[in-house]
Nanobody
Framework: QVQLVESGGGLVQPGGSLRLACSAATTLFRFYDMGWYRQAPGKQREMVARITIVNSTNYGDSVKGRFTISRDNVKNMVYLQMNSLKPEDTAVYYC????????WGQGTQVTVAS
């Protein structure tokens, strides 16, 4: 079992930046592929960014060039740096850990509005 806790969400103006953080309560963090997903009202959950145990990354098409995912295997943390935010980035952002099965955090709200 892996407990994930997200932080860093909030209200930001278009063009602004936010950094999300996810803390993972596990001693095996380095063996988990990690990711960020988001779900906007009335829409399906979508992949935002993923980072593997060997630091290979991939991004959803809508965030490429604007968002950056990273991990710290010493602190058991994964981060999502979000730049040039747009109103369509508004959603609940969820941290995901994957190893044999998926684990999810409770989510953090990101609202992009002027």
């Amino acid at each position: 079992q892996v407990q994930l806790v997200e932080s860093g969400g909030g209200l930001v103006q278009p063009g602004g930046s936010l950094r999300l953080a996810c803390s993972a309560a596990t001693t095996l963090f380095r063996f988990y592929d990690m990711g960020w997903y988001r779900q906007a009202p009335g829409k399906q959950r979508e992949m935002v960014a993923r980072i593997t145990i060997v630091n290979s990354t991939n991004y959803g098409d809508s965030v490429k060039g604007r968002f950056t995912i990273s991990r710290d295997n010493v602190k058991n943390m994964v981060y999502l740096q979000m730049n040039s935010l747009k109103p369509e980035d508004t959603a609940v952002y969820y941290c995901n850990a994957q190893r044999w099965k998926d684990y999810w955090g409770q989510g953090t709200q990101v609202t992009v509005a002027s």
